[in-house]
């Protein structure tokens, strides 16, 4: 769902802040977060369908989306509940037993327990995980970047491109994406949880620049430098040869008027919709080149990809 629609169909929702609850739907954050005995639980959903043509693959980028959200804020993943939409037309069982053991070996990777779950049947295939998670330390805001701020991206952008190739067939195989995809950003996050970290989310189907448009607060704007960007192999050649899917287009038709673009580069590589992203962070200028270094060293492609200045709530593509 675009952005627009998003935010015509939550608008007029309203709800009392019940005790306990630090987030909920109206905070526009990557989770929800209540106290419970002494405890922050976070909690979110998220459902796709096959971005991939292999099942089991599908569902380990499935749940590796999914547990993004709770690394976004800092929590352990502790459970999750499976959402399977069959469509039994035209996908086997054999194929759904696939991506519920690729689901499966992603949990367990990160000590997840799967609980159970809720199935149907449906005419397009679709599977995702409602996933609670557990603050051990601090939760991240997605707000709270500050002046000065440097910003770092964990997974290179260009997924959504790449599997728009993949379906197009004019794109055989695309390793890298599939294995950034499949990749959780647990590693990440406990990298992290060592450094001062303002803000946190990660980069799903808004595109790096909707989700920095999310990191927004009054008085301060982000200055891109898209040359550090990092990027998927193969992104920049599809991206130049105008293959983006439709969800990069109304990416950018909702947001490029927050943007001031000078990027050499084609634009809509920072609006392009990604699957299972990376952890979009702003954390004090002193420690960025360390927290990078120690990314880099434990095989995140991570980089430093601008700042945060004094300004009015806009993002420079430079």
């Known amino acids: 769902m675009g952005l627009e629609d998003l935010k015509r169909i939550t608008a007029k929702l309203k709800q009392p802040r019940f005790e306990g609850v630090l987030l909920d739907f109206r905070d526009k954050d990557d989770c929800g977060a209540i106290e419970v005995g002494g405890s922050t639980l976070v909690q979110s959903v998220d459902v796709i369908p096959p971005v991939v043509d292999d099942p089991y693959i599908y569902g380990q980028i499935a749940t590796a989306n999914a547990l993004s959200d709770v690394f976004a804020k800092g929590a352990r993943a502790i459970s999750a509940l499976s959402i399977l939409a069959w469509d039994q037309e035209h996908v086997s069982a054999k194929s759904v037993q696939a991506v519920l053991q690729g689901a499966l070996d992603k949990l367990n990777e990160c000590a997840c327990a799967l609980l159970g779950g809720h199935s149907l049947s449906d005419v397009e ?190 993002i420079a593509l430079l």
């Not at 330390?137 to 991206?153: E, M």
């Not at 994406?177 to 990660?202: G, I, P, W, Y």
């Not at 109304?250 to 609006?271: C, E, M, R, W």
């Open 125 to 314: 295939q679709k599977f995702g995980l409602s996933v609670t998670g557990l603050v051990e330390k601090s939760l991240w805001p997605k707000r709270g970047a500050c002046v000065g701020d440097v910003l770092i991206l964990t997974k290179p952008l260009g997924s959504g491109i790449l599997t728009t190739a993949l379906k197009r067939k004019i794109l055989k195989e695309a390793p890298h994406a599939l294995e950034s995809m499949a990749s959780l950003n647990l590693k990440a996050m406990r990298v992290l949880q060592d450094f001062s970290v303002h803000a946190c989310t990660d980069v799903t189907g808004f595109g790096l620049v909707g989700h920095l448009a999310e990191m927004l607060t009054p008085g301060i704007s982000f200055e891109i430098d898209t040359a550090q960007v990092p990027l998927l192999e193969g992104a920049l050649k599809f991206a130049k040869e105008g293959v983006y899917p439709g969800g990069s287009v109304a990416n950018k038709k909702a947001l490029q008027g927050q943007v001031l673009s000078q990027t050499n580069l084609p634009d809509i590589l920072f609006y392009d919709a990604q699957t299972s992203g990376g952890l979009l962070v702003a954390l004090e200028t002193r420690e960025g080149a360390e927290c990078v270094k120690i990314l880099q060293d434990q095989g995140v492609e991570a980089q430093t990809i601008g700042r945060c200045t004094l300004g009015r709530q806009k």
